[in-house]
């Protein structure tokens, strides 16, 4: 009888989408995820962003609020109605009304600008971990 080797099979990274318009934020927040270990799938605006996660399919979206063609709340009520649509969202803008917008969207967590990258991937984490179909 032979003995199997079992060996562990990597498990996939965690992808995550991050939309933002800002060349230098867009490039941080992906070498962050980066460096955490995920998956970071950049966006520049809304319309693509919303290409992007139904094909996809993140396992989180860092979404900024202001954006070109489609700005973030435009591309938050058009993901959500998407039957597949069920990665949680992390709202990160410099908008004063950042927390009244990320409710009224649904959003899960709302950071504001300038970021604390730590405190970023804890929050981006714990609320992935929080999400039922990312946990």
């Known amino acids: ?22 060349t230098d934020t867009r490039r941080m927040l992906v070498a962050a995820i980066a460096e955490a270990g995920m998956e970071a ?7 693509h ?17 202001g954006l070109p063609t489609a700005d973030g709340a435009e591309f938050a009520r058009a993901y959500h109605r998407h039957r597949h649509a069920d990665a949680p969202i992390v709202v990160v803008s410099a908008r004063r009304d950042a927390d009244a917008i990320g409710k009224r969207i649904g959003a899960d ?9 730590g405190l970023f991937l804890d929050r981006l984490k714990a609320t992935m971990r929080a999400h039922p179909t990312t946990a």
Not at 41 to 47: C, E, F, K, V, W
Not at 49 to 65: E, K, T, Y
Not at 109 to 117: E, I, N, S, T
């Open 41 to 47: 799938i950049p966006a520049l605006d809304g319309q």
């Open 109 to 117: 967590a709302v950071l504001h600008k300038p970021l604390d990258l």
């Open 49 to 65: 962003a919303l290409r992007s996660a139904l094909a996809v399919q993140p396992n989180a979206i860092v979404l900024d609020l």
């Open 1 to 22: 009888m032979r003995d199997r080797i079992r060996t562990k099979r990597p498990r996939p990274k965690k992808r995550v989408l991050v939309v933002e318009d800002d």
